[in-house]
């Protein structure tokens, strides 16, 4: 499972400017970006796929949905700058899910765990294809800061890439077709995701 290239220049500095979600996911850019292979040579971008349920005065209310990519800032800071730009209240409660074709680098993960100690009324789950640099100490520990903050960490399985295909993807009504080893990968992404916040 190779890094996306050079580490995290997208977490650098600043916040970024609001930018807002993209529409669906072409079905190749899904299938290229989003295939948990051990070994995910070429994938230097990471895709947010979101869904934001969220309750007013004990009333559930429609979900927002969307897609955020890698561009110039990390796509979880992208999320996290949009949302609290555009969709946060105080008097709500909200429970957010990420599908991440990367799980969070480590300076995103402290990022998001400031973003969750200041807004209690944030619950968010996360679902990873691959896990970005699991044997570095520092990645590793932001997933584990996450983990304590109560944050839902898991490995995508077959039923979350056919969710996201069907919710996320332009897919022209096409059934999700898995690719080889999605099965067993996911094993593997979920074993070392367990070792990690053990």
Not at 103 to 116: D, N, R
Request: hydrophobic share 35%; charged share 25%; glycine share 4%.
């Amino acid at each position: 499972m190779a890094g996306l290239g050079q580490a995290c220049e997208g977490c650098c500095g600043q916040m970024p400017e609001i930018s807002y979600p993209m529409g669906r996911l072409d079905p190749k850019t899904f299938s290229f970006e989003f295939k948990n292979l051990l070994y995910a040579y070429r994938r230097k971008s990471s895709y947010l796929c979101f869904q934001v349920e969220r309750e007013q005065h004990s009333s559930p209310v429609p979900s927002d949905w969307g897609v955020f990519e890698n561009q110039f800032y990390h796509a979880e800071l992208r999320f996290l700058n949009w949302f609290r730009a555009e969709k946060l209240s105080p008097y709500e409660h909200y429970d957010v899910t990420w599908f991440l074709s990367w799980s969070p680098c480590s300076t995103c993960a402290k990022k998001i765990a400031i973003f969750l100690s200041n807004h209690k009324n944030v619950r968010l789950s996360i679902f990873v294809s691959r896990i970005y640099y699991f044997w570095k100490p520092a990645f590793r520990q932001g997933l584990q800061e996450l983990d304590h903050l109560g944050v839902q960490l898991d490995a995508m399985s077959f039923h979350d890439f056919k969710y996201c295909w069907e919710n996320f993807v332009d897919n022209q009504g096409m059934p999700f077709r898995c690719w080889k080893k999605v099965h067993r990968n996911y094993k593997f992404v979920l074993r070392k995701l367990n070792e990690i916040l053990r």
